[in-house]
């Protein structure tokens, strides 16, 4: 008989059950403080379009944190979980270390709408959409292919965050003075993040030059 389909997914991946439970908590935390900066930016916001999409998009990012909690006792990461299996989630949430809890309170402590928009969309979603990507390749795609259906559905609405913010950016930086503050902005928040090893909290070493 002739085969008419090949399979793609194949055993084996990059992280261990307890490895990929422990960076999902970690996204887990990423898209919590992002939905409780964006809500509390909305009344502060002078731009009205901005309040508008500002409460969809954390509702969508604690969208992204409740399908990450489901997921996490399903990896044995049951502490503090509530309700009924299948529908048990777990509240672990957790950063990485203390350097990435600094950057998510250097973000929210923004008052300037440009500084604001940078650090959610220019740098910090960008940042996990590039992470969800590799944790989706990079994971076992038979035994982890529930993990890797949820990044791919947080995926469509973060690229979606990450093009509206890019429409803000250059909509608000419109003077080369402001352009140079926000991108002063968005490189002081790339090294503190960079510092922290990411949202895996993962460092790089100078042997590795």
């Not at 901005?50 to 997921?71: C, T």
């Not at 093009?163 to 419109?174: K, N, P, T």
Request: net charge negative.
């Amino acid at each position: 008989m002739v085969e008419l389909w090949y399979p793609q997914r194949k055993l084996g991946g990059a992280f261990s059950v307890d490895e990929c439970a422990r960076r999902l908590m970690h996204y887990r935390y990423a898209e919590v403080e992002m939905m409780r900066a964006l809500l509390q930016w909305i009344a502060t916001q002078p731009q009205v379009h901005h309040k508008v999409e500002f409460g969809p998009i954390a509702y969508q990012d604690a969208q992204h944190a409740d399908m990450l909690g489901k997921r996490l006792p399903e990896l044995r990461m049951t502490e503090g979980a509530e309700g009924p299996y299948p529908l048990m989630t777990s509240p672990k949430m957790d950063p990485p270390n203390e350097e990435f809890r600094a950057f998510m309170e250097e973000i929210q402590d923004q008052d300037d709408s440009v500084l604001r928009v940078m650090g959610i969309f220019g740098v910090l979603k960008p940042h996990l959409a590039t992470h969800y990507l590799y944790h989706m390749r990079a994971t076992d795609q038979v035994v982890d292919s529930p993990t890797v259906r949820i990044l791919k559905f947080i995926l469509i609405d973060e690229e979606e965050h990450i093009q509206w913010g890019r429409a803000q950016i250059e909509e608000l930086a419109d003077t080369p003075k402001k352009r140079r503050r926000a991108n002063e902005w968005r490189m002081h928040l790339e090294e503190m993040l960079t510092e922290a090893g990411g949202v895996i909290g993962i460092r790089g070493s100078d042997d590795d030059e």
